[in-house]
T-cell receptor, first 112, second 116 residues
Framework: NAGVTQTPKFQVLKTGQSMTLQCAQD?????MSWYRQDPGMGLRLIHY???????DQGEVPNGYNVSRSTTEDFPLRLLSAAPSQTSVYFC???????????FGPGTRLTVT | AQSVTQPDIHITVSEGASLELRCNYS??????LFWYVQSPGQGLQLLLK??????LVQGIKGFEAEFKRSQSSFNLRKPSVHWSDAAEYFC??????????????FGQGTILTVHP
């Protein structure tokens, strides 16, 4: 199993550009989530999904959209990038309670 | 809402010395508890977890953690630190119960420096 994969590893955007961060898992996990990591703040939950077609907001959802059309994929969309979205983004997946989560390698995003 | 506090932003120890990283949480019941480690430029690796039962849990790389309900703490320990343990360590909690969906709340992280 590849586990949780994320693409790209690095990305530089200009303010106002849009892009999609890709996340896929091959473990047939129901639960998937996106976190952002900023220095001194740990990781914060952006959006999560409890299955195909079901998504909900986390702690810091503004400026991000998600959808879940398949069990395997959970893309994160930035519609109009802002410098405040410069961060490292991690995708995670889990099977069921107690929801032990497996993290992807991360995407480092810089918005200029 | 639950919260997690890691009081120490940066800890420096000598190789071979013992280590304890502190984690305190705020939650109305016993949560699921996790410690993750992150090497520079890398993703998060799960060190250990507590779901229920024995309050002293063993993890990978020689780490252990003890859950103390009375102190709302889940401190991470290692008896003898190796230079390769230098990294950032995160404590995280998740609410129990099916509708929590395991949403993790992380502490701010503790950076560990190991001197030779």
């Amino acid at each position: 199993n590849a586990g949780v994969t994320q693409t790209p590893k690095f990305q530089v955007l200009k303010t106002g550009q849009s892009m999609t961060l890709q996340c896929a898992q091959d473990m047939n996990h129901e639960y998937m989530s996106w976190y952002r990591q900023d220095p001194g703040m740990g990781l914060r939950l952006i959006h999560y999904s409890v299955g195909a077609g079901i998504t909900d907001q986390g702690e810091v959802p503004n400026g991000y959209n998600v959808s879940r059309s398949t069990t395997e994929d959970f893309p994160l969309r930035l519609l109009s990038a802002a410098p405040s979205q410069t961060s490292v983004y991690f995708c995670a997946s889990a099977k069921g309670e107690p929801y032990e989560q497996y993290f992807g390698p991360g995407t480092r995003l810089t918005v200029t | 809402a639950q919260s997690v506090t890691q009081p120490d932003i940066h800890i420096t120890v000598s190789e071979g010395a013992s280590l304890e990283l502190r984690c305190n949480y705020s939650y109305g019941a016993t949560p699921y508890l996790f410690w993750y480690v992150q090497s520079p430029g890398q993703g998060l690796q799960l060190l250990l977890k507590y779901f229920s039962g024995d309050t002293l849990v063993q993890g990978i790389k020689g780490f252990e953690a003890e859950f103390k309900r009375s102190q709302s703490s889940f401190n991470l320990r290692k008896p003898s630190v190796h230079w390769s343990d230098a990294a950032e360590y995160f404590c995280a909690v998740a609410k129990t119960g099916g509708t929590s969906y395991g949403k993790l709340t992380f502490g701010q992280g503790t950076i560990l420096t190991v001197h030779p």
